[in-house]
């Protein structure tokens, strides 16, 4: 299965404003006067984010994003439950002692349960959102069992019957114990990955048993098949295996009727008939669970081109399944940017031209590409699997055949990609990991332009690039799909990003403002993304073996020449390209052979390269680069708080504007959300 989530996650991009540990009393004061950088702890740091130009919305156009925010924001259990059978209730047992605790705050007990807290919330669950392993609890099973004795039982998550001694039993082995579930995705060559993994989409199968449950469901002489497994759970009861389906009298059915309430007074004040039809037949799919009815949602999404106001709100991605089949729950609301549009616009309407023109084998090529539209967005709400962290690119749907017949969106989230930039300028990063004052210089001249470039290139014409062939499954790649399609999305902004095109459409200035681009990326892919494991592990999550891959076989294969080198200054390793235009052509031999792999659906050759390059990290070099980073005092993930908005109604209850405020914490936003969603 495709999968078209970018995320741009670099060391450098963070930042940090001493506003460490501030109460919400302090960070209301100092938003007054707007501040990107709300709290950091663990390896986290919570930034907020604008959202310019909602004032100058129309009123129906308000209303319409005020629904649609309820909406997103009304599924965010469905995620912890996916994310881990236990989550739901270890989050509630947290935020039980965490607002009734009466002893000392300073208490050592007490900080670390609500430092593992705030990671639960950010995570949506025990496990880190990023690297996949379960969080070392730095409080005491004592301290956890007796603050649990103390708590009002009304209050804990208790099942009928149920003793506080027989709930910590339970719960116990699951929080403090390092072999029980101690990954939410294990994606280890050679173990049985449905068994090891502790994500919540399969229950009692082995992954052999799913596979061929899956299998024996698909009818390979059908040209426009169904995300089979998308939204349900597998179980196994006894000998018999069946899907629980995520719907409206299924699984999750009490959320899923809310979501449906809030899109019903959305679909009123739709914008246009498109959109209205669009709304219409999202909350048919969330009756029905109809995998088919969610194919006929996404085309009748894809082709509305004409409304300012958009939305996500489902089963989309499934980065959290070790198999990519099953999806996780999300939501973005959001409006289109007009004046940042012009760029995306441009790139999509010579989406042909980027075709033809690919290094790729002509076979595998698309003869006609269909339906690419971009656009720069503004986020007016992040919820489930893009809450608190977030992409900053989107492209949809993932469907294969929907996208070859009609086409597909791809988006750029303008003021999620400016907060990040705005957090991370300053932060001494690029001081301490860059090689010199010439790519220093390009970095702080062209960076965030060619960032946001390749971000565009990657989604709006990446995924969109290319084939399969007549026959080959989407599914093909299996646990190795997720990777190979990141890098040849990344591939392709790679490789376009240094064409003259650029220049000619006047998206970059001259044939140098590339070459930031490039340098960031390699010395990401070859170094500072390190800084987000753990040492000794080997690299998992598939962005990261998709960087790794591309620059361990660039600097492997241009090795001869010395394309790029890793050399020591006063001690420290820093990368150096020495020849930006073989390094194009090397991105170039690289997407032909990626391109190759996904058009054919050769699963041993995607298993092969991606094991060789993308896994393993050089244990001295990582080593280095985490020493280097403790010392800046930086946070290698970042994520955001939402904005808060208010309807203002008259004395009819009707809505007669909608208000926008930053002034929530991020633990006061994680409470309330907990409370009222």
């Not at 930034?47 to 909406?71: D, H, N």
């Not at 004046?339 to 309407?349: H, V, Y």
């Not at 989230?413 to 090689?435: M, P, R, S």
Request: with cysteine.
């Amino acid at each position: 299965m495709n999968k078209h989530l970018f995320v741009k996650l670099i060391a450098g991009v963070t930042a940090f404003s001493g506003l460490i540990g501030c109460n919400n009393k302090e960070t209301q004061e100092m938003n007054n006067e707007f501040s990107y950088t709300v709290e950091q702890f663990a390896d986290l740091q919570i930034l907020r984010y604008k959202v310019p130009g909602f004032e100058e919305l129309t009123l129906q156009q308000k209303e319409l994003i005020y629904y649609l925010t309820e909406a997103a924001l009304q599924g965010r259990d469905i995620l912890f439950d996916q994310n881990g059978k236990y989550n739901l209730a270890i989050r509630k047992l947290l935020e039980t002692v965490y607002t009734n605790y009466k002893g000392d705050k300073n208490n050592a007990d007490f900080v670390a349960l609500t430092t593992y807290l705030k990671r639960v919330w950010f995570s949506s669950g025990i496990h880190h959102h990023y690297g996949m392993d379960k969080f070392v609890p730095g409080f005491s099973e004592e301290f956890l069992r007796e603050e649990i004795r103390k708590a009002d039982q009304s209050e804990l998550p208790l099942l009928e019957g149920q003793t506080t001694e027989q709930f910590c039993d339970l719960i116990f082995p699951v929080i403090f114990d390092p072999t029980v579930m101690p990954k939410r995705v294990n994606q280890a060559d050679g173990e049985d990955l449905v068994k090891t993994s502790a994500c919540n989409y399969y229950d009692g199968v082995t992954q052999t048993e799913a596979e061929e449950f899956y299998l024996a469901m698909k009818d390979t002489t059908n040209a426009t098949p169904v995300s089979y497994g998308l939204n349900s759970r597998l179980v196994k009861e006894g000998s018999k295996i069946y899907e629980q389906v995520w719907r409206a009298d299924g699984l999750y059915g009490p959320t899923i009727k809310k979501i449906i309430s809030w899109l019903q007074k959305a679909e009123t004040v739709a914008e246009n008939n498109s959109q209205k039809a669009v709304i219409s037949k999202l909350i048919e799919f969330y009756q029905t669970g109809d995998l088919k009815t969610f194919d006929d949602y996404s085309i009748l999404w894809v082709k509305d081109l004409d409304s300012r106001i958009d939305f996500v709100n489902g089963f989309i991605e499934s980065y959290g399944d070790p198999l990519g089949m099953k999806a996780s729950w999300e939501s973005l609301v959001n409006f289109k940017d007009l004046e940042a549009t012009r760029r995306t616009e441009l790139i999509s309407n010579n989406a042909q031209w980027f075709e033809d023109h690919s290094p790729a084998d002509k076979q595998f090529k698309k003869e006609e590409v269909k339906g690419v539209s971009a656009k720069v967005i503004t986020a007016a709400i992040l919820a489930g699997d893009l809450y608190p962290a977030t992409a900053i690119g989107i492209n949809l749907p993932n469907s294969n055949w929907i996208r070859s017949v009609h086409g597909s969106k791809s988006v750029t989230i303008g003021n999620i990609t400016d907060a990040y930039n705005k957090a991370a300028h300053g932060n001494g990063f690029n001081e301490e990991f860059v090689y010199s004052d010439t790519e220093k210089e390009l970095l702080e001249k062209y960076g965030d332009l060619t960032g946001n470039l390749h971000t565009d290139l990657h989604e709006c014409l990446g995924h969109g690039s290319g084939k399969l062939l007549p026959g080959v499954d989407p599914d093909a790649l299996r646990a190795y799909g997720s990777t190979i399609e990141e890098t040849r999305a990344d591939l392709f902004g790679l490789y376009y990003v240094a064409d003259p095109k650029l220049v000619e459409l006047g998206l970059t200035p001259n044939m140098d403002a590339y070459k930031s681009e490039y340098y960031s990326y390699l010395m990401n892919g070859l170094m500072t993304q390190l800084v987000r494991i753990e040492p000794g592990n080997n690299i998992e999550e598939s962005h990261m073996r998709n960087r790794q891959l591309i620059a361990r076989w660039v600097y492997e294969k241009g090795a001869a020449d010395k394309v790029v080198e890793l050399v020591k200054k006063n001690n420290k390793t820093y990368v150096v390209i020495n020849d930006y235009q073989k390094l194009r052509t090397l991105f170039g031999d690289l997407l032909r052979i990626i391109q190759k792999i996904k058009s054919t659906g050769d699963f041993e050759a995607a298993r092969d390269i991606v094991e060789q390059y993308a896994v393993k990290v050089d244990p001295a070099l990582h080593n280095e680069v985490l020493e280097r980073y403790k010392k800046l005092n930086l946070s290698p993930y970042k994520g955001f708080v939402n904005p808060v908005y208010e309807a203002v109604t008259n004395a009819d209850g009707k809505i007669t504007d909608v208000k926008v405020t930053y002034t929530e914490g991020y633990t006061e936003q994680m409470l309330r959300y907990s409370k009222e969603y």
